[in-house]
T-cell receptor, first 115, second 115 residues
């Protein structure tokens, strides 16, 4: 059983650069979620997909952030013109089906440091 | 709007003693409740969830949680703590009518178990 896979695990970038994170969900999971977590805080919801459709976006997802899931499998989260405030761990998660009781399984996260 | 409160930033217990990590929630409809654990620099691992039925839910690693609707609480418990239980614990809630949408997380509670 392969879990949720995220790449890269760590990224250091200069302010103003663009970065992209990739997430591969658990096989056959049709729901995919992105969260952001800063030190000492709980995960904050960013967006989620049902197959390739992006169903909800948080107000935290500014115009510099874009997420895609073009074929309903893997997803990418791109941050343009990075700022120091973007430094955080970006968590991807997936679940099966539309039932609210379904468990969401998380990946190991992608750490972003903007210098 | 959904929300979760974890009133204790840190809980300290001695190995072998029982532990409780507190969580209260607010949702407009029926709640689905989850507990996750996070070890340093890692993603979130699912521990247990309450969907319906018995108010006492058993999960991984000997943890259990009790759902109390009147007090809107879902406290995490373990009869005998281990040093290896030391980690960050997150409570999360989803409205049952949300059709598999996002989880809302609390701020987390750091559990420290001393030998």
């Amino acid at each position: 059983d392969t879990g949720v896979s995220q790449d890269p695990r760590h990224k250091i970038t200069k302010r103003g650069q663009n970065v992209t994170f990739r997430c591969d969900p658990i096989s056959e999971h049709n729901r995919l979620y992105w969260y952001r977590q800063t030190l000492g805080q709980g995960p904050e919801f960013l967006t989620y997909f049902q197959n390739e459709a992006q169903l909800e976006k948080s107000r935290l997802l500014s115009d510099r952030f874009s997420a895609e899931r073009p074929k309903g499998s893997f997803s990418t989260l791109e941050i343009q013109r990075t700022e120091q405030g973007d430094s955080a761990m970006y968590l991807c998660a997936s679940s099966l089906g539309r039932l609210s009781g379904n468990t969401i399984y998380f990946g190991e996260g992608s750490w972003l440091t903007v210098v | 709007a959904q929300s979760v409160a974890q009133p204790e930033d840190q809980v300290n217990v001695a190995e072998g003693n029982p532990l409780t990590v507190k969580c209260t929630y607010s949702v407009s409809g029926n709640p689905y409740l989850f507990w996750y654990v996070q070890y340093p620099n890692r993603g979130l691992q699912f521990l247990l969830k309450y969907i319906t039925g018995d108010n006492l839910v058993k999960g991984s690693y000997g943890f259990e949680a009790e759902f109390n609707k009147s007090q809107t609480s879902f406290h995490l418990k373990k009869p005998s703590a281990l040093v290896s239980d030391s980690a960050l614990y997150f409570c999360a809630v989803r409205d049952a009518a949300n059709q598999g949408g996002k989880l809302i997380f609390g701020q987390g509670t750091e559990l420290s178990v001393k030998p």
